[in-house]
């Protein structure tokens, strides 16, 4: 295994604090992760979590569904073929989860998680081959939705919730710098 550059582990570490957020299955996990963002937004655990929930969870209608069926297919169905699309891709890269059959394959924590882990084996473990697979799940997939999801939160996220705006900053700054990313890195 090789020793990681600074630029890996930044990459990393972005990738993993934004999938923490979007899988916290509590106010402290995602204040944590928040915060490791190193974002200089004042904000409390509780109010980080009532915005939090507002735009991305419920129970009320959410500012931004954090689905990719929400964007790809109808948007008035989960579970539909994105779903079952992402799910065969999982099974192709070997992925699995823990909240499988709690939390559809599409939604955004789920696939930051599955692209977290195959950047990190490809970086970390050397295991190279995967970058053609990375990359596929990157621009045939991601960038096809999470663009779409970004503009409809920060339209929303602009004029009341600065904590909710970097996020989605942070979110929107990573998928540009992976997609202009050449294959080599």
Do not use: C
């Not at 972005?14 to 937004?41: M, T, Y």
């Not at 990359?135 to 096809?144: C, G, S, T």
């Amino acid at each position: 295994m090789q020793t990681l550059q600074p630029h890996d582990t930044l990459r990393l570490d972005e990738v993993k604090h934004l999938r923490d957020i979007f899988n916290a299955q509590n106010s402290k996990e995602l204040k944590v992760a928040f915060d490791a963002l190193n974002a200089s937004i004042e904000i409390s655990q509780e109010d980080l979590e009532i915005q939090f929930n507002r735009y991305f969870v419920g129970p009320m209608e959410t500012v931004a569904d954090p689905f990719a069926s929400v964007y790809l297919d109808n948007p008035d169905v989960f579970m539909s073929k994105t779903t079952l699309y992402v799910r065969d891709l999982y099974e192709t890269m070997g992925f699995t989860y823990s909240l499988k059959n709690v939390i559809p394959e599409d939604h955004l924590g789920v696939e930051l998680d599955a692209y977290y882990q195959l950047l990190f084996l490809e970086i970390a473990k050397e295991i190279t081959y995967l970058s053609d697979l990375r990359h596929y799940f990157l621009h045939e997939h991601l960038a096809l939705w999470i663009p779409r999801f970004l503009e409809r939160g920060l339209a929303q996220s602009e004029r009341d919730s600065k904590a909710m705006t970097f996020i989605l900053l942070q979110l929107k700054s990573l998928l540009i710098r992976e997609t202009t990313t050449t294959r080599s890195s």
